[in-house]
C-alpha cells in the first residue's frame, strides 16, 4: 500500500494563498465555465458544483458595504455573456483554481 502525496498546497514553497478574486466580463458560458475578459486577460473558469451564484442589486444611491439582502440567488443560466463578473476562486488540490462563487454587478 503506497501512502497518500501531500497535496501542492501542503508541499508548495511558491503558493501564498488559497483564495483568489477574478473580475472581469463574462465572454462565454459552457458547461459550469465561465469564461472573462479583462484588459485584455482571458481566463477560463470552472464553477464548482456547490458554487454560489448572486446578482447584486443595490438601491439607487447605495454606496459602501454591501449588505446580505443586496444579494439575490440565481442559477447558472442567468449568467450572461457581457455581465461584468466577480468570481471567488480556491485552489484545489491539484493544483487549478475553481471558482466557489460568482456575483454579477450591478
Known sequence: ?????????????????RYATARG???AVQ????TLISEGDTLSIPLATDAEL???ILP????????????????????KVGDETVVRLEL???GAFNGISLTILP
Open 1 to 17: 500500500l503506497e501512502a497518500p502525496r501531500p497535496s501542492i498546497l501542503e508541499t508548495s514553497k511558491v503558493i501564498q494563498a
Open 31 to 34: 458547461d459550469r465555465t465561465v
Open 92 to 94: 484545489g488540490e491539484n
Open 25 to 27: 466580463v463574462v465572454t
Open 54 to 56: 448572486f446578482v447584486l
Open 60 to 79: 439607487q444611491g447605495k454606496t459602501g458595504e454591501v449588505a446580505k439582502q443586496d444579494m439575490k440567488e440565481i442559477t447558472l443560466s442567468d449568467v
